[in-house]
């Protein structure tokens, strides 16, 4: 085939199957968006940014923005022409962003009014050419975004050819010293992805989903965000997360499956609306980004929701194993409760040793992923893209194992592991028993220096409210339940972990807060 654009143009092809379903519901103001007025919208905006910016194939456009609607337009017009999207992580310092910018080499950034001043400086830091703003306060010398959307086109835009494997997002990594790579997204891994999750799933017209991710992680587009739209299904934003708010969109819209990080889990759990709340909708809630302790999920079993863990990377799709909730019964998702579970349709999974061989049920090694899913390597950075991704395997840099039933189970990540007496020493393992302590709220271990074992293991701990637990109460209640070796040496109580926008523990941080003991 020598043009996918008219398969790649999501709107444009939803627009024409089902113009007048709902597909897009902003909770923050009410309105709501059939696929007919988005694809318009879309085209307004591609038609602005070719002739009016003479955008093409290839370049860049940033979008600093919490998730509303104009972020979806942005989306469906790059698709359209084959430009590609770069969301912006608006937690990070302007330095990084301008940074982050100059390595893509954007043509045009766009922002929501709430970022005004911080677009300012990025715009003048990084010598961006074009801007374009939306909402009531933008400034002068930025391109009004609701002139576009009142005067613009909504006909079908110009656009050059597009190829399957031609970029349209470049998503940031977390990265642990230095700056964030950008993993490149394809728009054959958008749209398998979508495909593998749908069946995976089974998503449909009737399924309803309330998107809390921010849209600059990878988690925002392309967990549930993307498959729920391409199954005709109806998704719900806002612009921020509140644990009482979230309880009363699942409620109200009668929302059909739900996946967060473990905190906003737990922050739900706690909140006065919890009992109160009608989740009989729900076919299942999953946790990602982070392990999830079993004391977060137990309040939702108890509602007799099926609440379980999946796993993937940015560089993997992201949708990678998941728990195959249709064939299991409560009963097997409690006893399974730490297991990622089994690959989606479209992605395959295997766990190598340290020779590269397959290991064996109940052998731990790197997590390997393959299919059509994963991403194309890093903007710019073969030395990194090669690393990563051989012979069409991305290693994931987490040790994994895998049990005879086929279901995965993540052990750590390979430098999160620590040596302590010659003895590995897997800190998620520690985490999940410490997390165990009734007093313990959230948990993380690093291994810190030592003179006489190499490396000791130090917990950072965070109580539940109104507790206070004693560190040499947990220091005991952990060497109760493990080898002495793996007892972290040292239990400092914090108020709260570092952690990223998905709820992701930095312990980069924790490694920098320890090196100032």
Known sequence: MKDWGWIIDLAGRMAALIPGREALADADTGRRYTWRELNARANRLANYLRAGLGLGKGDRVAV?????????????????????????????????????????????LAYEDFFEERARRIINGAGVA???????????????????????????PARAPLEIEDPHLILFTGGTTGLPKGAVISHRAVYWNMVSEVLSWNLGPADTIFHVLPLFHTGGWNIVTLPTLFAGGTLIISRKFDPEMTLKIIDQYRCSLFFAAATMFMMMSQAGYFRRADLTSLKFMMSGAAPCPRSVMEPYWERNIPFMQGYGITEGGPNNLFMPFQRLSMNQIKEKWNSVGVPFLYCRARVADEGGA?????????????????????????????????????????????????????????????????????PVEVEKVIAAHPQVAE?????????????????????????????????????ERLGRYKVPRYVEIIDALPKSAVGKVLKKNLRQLSLKK
């Open 358 to 426: 397959e290991a064996g049920p109940g052998q731990m090694g790197e997590l390997l992923l393959s299919g059509p899913v994963v991403f194309s390597g890093y903007w710019n950075n073969p030395e990194a893209s090669a690393a990563t991704l051989v012979d069409g395997w991305v290693h994931t840099g987490d040790i994994a194992v895998r049990d005879e039933e086929g279901f995965f189970y993540i052990v750590d990540r390979k430098k999160d592991m620590f040596i302590s007496g010659g003895e590995n020493v897997f």
């Open 130 to 156: 074009h801007s374009i703003g939306w909402g009531e306060t933008v400034t002068g010398g930025t391109a009004d975004y609701s002139a576009v959307l009142r005067d613009g086109s909504d006909t079908d």
């Open 443 to 479: 948990v993380a271990v690093i291994g810190v220096p030592d003179p006489t074992w190499g490396e000791v293991g130090r917990a950072f701990v965070v109580p539940r409210p109104g507790q206070r637990p004693d560190p040499a109460d947990i220091v005991k209640f952990a060497g």
């Open 64 to 108: 600093l923005s919490r998730n509303c609607p104009e972020y979806f337009d942005f989306f469906f017009a790059t698709q359209k022409l084959g430009l590609v999207l770069v969301p912006l992580n608006f937690r990070l310092a302007d330095e990084e962003i301008v940074d982050l910018v100059k390595m893509i080499g954007i043509a045009v």
